[in-house]
Every structure is written in structure tokens, then in C-alpha cells.
T-cell receptor
Framework: DGGITQSPKYLFRKEGQNVTLSCEQN?????MYWYRQDPGQGLRLIYY???????QKGDIAEGYSVSREKKESFPLTVTSAQKNPTAFYLC???????????FGPGTRLLVL | KNEVEQSPQNLTAQEGEFITINCSYS?????LHWLQQHPGGGIVSLFM???GKKKHGRLIATINIQEKHSSLHITASHPRDSAVYIC??????????FGTGTSLTVIP
């Protein structure tokens, strides 16, 4: 079945450690996105990529890094520089130029 | 002030009730999406609107471009409709602006 997978579903990290969240899609979509969701707030864009080997900062990119070495994969690294990393992270993808984004199931990150 | 405002923030209804969730936006848009987020986080796209009205089963979405307002209606609500409903405006330049969501609980 085609879709977007994110792993793991839950992730615990000690303060000061970097952690990488996985996002894979087999929909042959060019564009991929990372959002974070905090209680009581809307989704906020962290990074997005319209094409392989290219990505752009979103509204809240500080403390995060991404790579897009393959069309299918867009991993997000939450670095120790991110002040409030505990959140729910959602990955999405779309056909380039399309208005519809398809979301993954999300990863809940908890920093202890 | 957020570019997209939703109301109400929380909503509890009895099974069978007609439900309305409202969304107002302040940016120029090319489309407006209604999303459903299930407990556990998965998000499903319900509707994409650029004008008028769309219906899918018991769900109806309307948009008034002049008033910058959209509504999501659920007829004959059911406990399985319990979820968070999110309004998302796709602005010029392909930038998405998301509302904070409406948490709906339908009681049997």
C-alpha cells in the first residue's frame, strides 16, 4: 500500500542529545514537509523540500536539521540546540505544485 | 493574532446532534482544507475547498470567499466522529496556515 511512514511512534531522549526522526514515502511525491504540533497550537512548518538534494527553512527551523538524499526519505534531526523539543512531529508529502498534502502518523518526542 | 482562527476550541455533543465548526482566515488563499486528527495523531484530509460547498457522507464543508469564512458540518453525529478537526488555509506561495483545532467529543 502507498503511504507515508514515520518511526518511531514514541521517542524518548535525554536532554542534550540529538535525535533523528524518520519519514519515508512510497507515493513518488517530490515535495516533503516537517511540522511540529504543540498543545493548543496549530501545526508549524519546520523544514520543507521540493526536490531531492534541496530543502528550505520553514517558520521554526532553529535547532533542527534535515537532509533529502533520496526522493523517498526526509529525516529530521532534533539537535540539542532546540530549546523545547518535546512535541508531536508530523511529516507530510505532496505532488509538486499540488494543493493536497498527505500526512504520516506522527512521532511523539519526549525529552526527559 | 493567528492567520487562521477556529471556533469553538472544544465541543461536546450528544450522539445524533448536528455539529458546526467554524474557521475564519485573514490571508488570501488558493484553497482551504479541513483535516481530521484521530486520537494517537494520524491526520486525514477531509475536504479541499476553493469555493462553494462539498459533501461527503455525513460531512459538509462550505466556504465564503468574500467573508473569508468556512464551516464544517457533521450531520447525525456519532461517537466515532470524536477527533480534532483542523482548518488549514493554503495561501499564495504554497504556504499553509493552520488553525489550532477543534476537539470534538460525541457522547453516546
Amino acid at each position: 500500500d502507498g503511504g507515508i511512514t514515520q518511526s518511531p511512534k514514541y521517542l524518548f531522549r535525554k536532554e542534550g542529545q540529538n535525535v533523528t526522526l524518520s519519514c519515508e514515502q512510497n507515493l513518488n511525491h517530490d515535495a516533503m514537509y516537517w511540522y511540529r504540533q504543540d498543545p493548543g497550537q496549530g501545526l508549524r512548518l519546520i523544514y520543507y523540500s521540493q526536490i531531492v538534494n534541496d530543502f528550505q527553512k520553514g517558520d521554526i527551523a532553529e535547532g533542527y536539521s534535515v537532509s533529502r538524499e533520496k526522493k523517498e526519505s526526509f529525516p529530521l534531526t532534533v539537535t540539542s540546540a532546540q530549546k523545547n523539543p518535546t512535541a508531536f512531529y508530523l511529516c507530510a508529502s505532496s505532488i509538486s505544485g499540488s494543493e493536497t498534502q498527505y500526512f504520516g502518523p506522527g512521532t511523539r518526542l519526549l525529552v526527559l | 493574532k493567528n492567520e487562521v482562527e477556529q471556533s469553538p476550541q472544544n465541543l461536546t455533543a450528544q450522539e445524533g446532534e448536528f455539529i458546526t465548526i467554524n474557521c475564519s482566515y485573514s490571508v488570501g488563499i488558493s484553497a482551504l482544507h479541513w483535516l481530521q486528527q484521530h486520537p494517537g495523531g494520524g491526520i486525514v484530509s477531509l475536504f479541499m475547498l476553493s469555493s462553494g460547498k462539498k459533501k461527503h457522507g455525513r460531512l459538509i464543508a462550505t466556504i465564503n470567499i468574500q467573508e473569508k469564512h468556512s464551516s464544517l458540518h457533521i450531520t447525525a453525529s456519532h461517537p466515532r466522529d470524536s477527533a480534532v478537526y483542523i482548518c488549514a488555509a493554503l495561501a499564495r506561495g504554497n504556504q499553509f496556515y493552520f488553525g489550532t483545532g477543534t476537539s470534538l467529543t460525541v457522547i453516546p
